[in-house]
Nanobody
Framework: QLRLAESGGGLVQFGGSLSLSCVAS????????IAWFRQAPGEEREGVSC????????NYADSVKGRFTVSRDNAKNTVYLQMNSLKPEDTAVYYC??????????????????WGQGTQVTVSP
């Protein structure tokens, strides 16, 4: 069974940090660009960050630049999202998604082949 599984979410205070992980099972991530999305209640899912298969290309939404860092370890079949200086507006369910192909091609939801079930991140004021 092909799946992605996120972990690492939780409750943190304003200014705190969390590290999310996304582990693939049933397939290898080597040939996939991986993106992180988030969805707050009542809002559309939005792209947060993306990393290419070789790690040579990363990009970030303006709202998280300088605070979030995406990385990956293909040997562990895992992608990470380090989130620092968290704000209440970062509160959302965070999802990872895999797009076949080596490069990040944007955040169109329909482009992504596999999705995780999401992990809740809550930042208190």
């Amino acid at each position: 069974q092909l799946r992605l599984a996120e972990s690492g979410g939780g409750l943190v205070q304003f200014g705190g940090s969390l590290s999310l992980s996304c582990v693939a099972s049933g397939f290898t991530l080597d040939h996939f660009a991986i993106a992180w999305f988030r969805q707050a209640p009542g809002e559309e899912r939005e792209g947060v960050s993306c990393i290419s298969s070789s790690t040579s290309d990363t990009n970030y939404a303006d709202s998280v630049k300088g605070r979030f860092t995406v990385s990956r370890d293909n040997a562990k079949n895992t992608v990470y999202l380090q989130m620092n200086s968290l704000k209440p507006e970062d509160t959302a369910v965070y999802y990872c998604a895999a797009d076949w192909g080596h490069y990040c091609s944007g955040y169109a939801i329909s482009e992504y082949d596999y999705w995780g079930q999401g992990t809740q991140v809550t930042v208190s004021p």
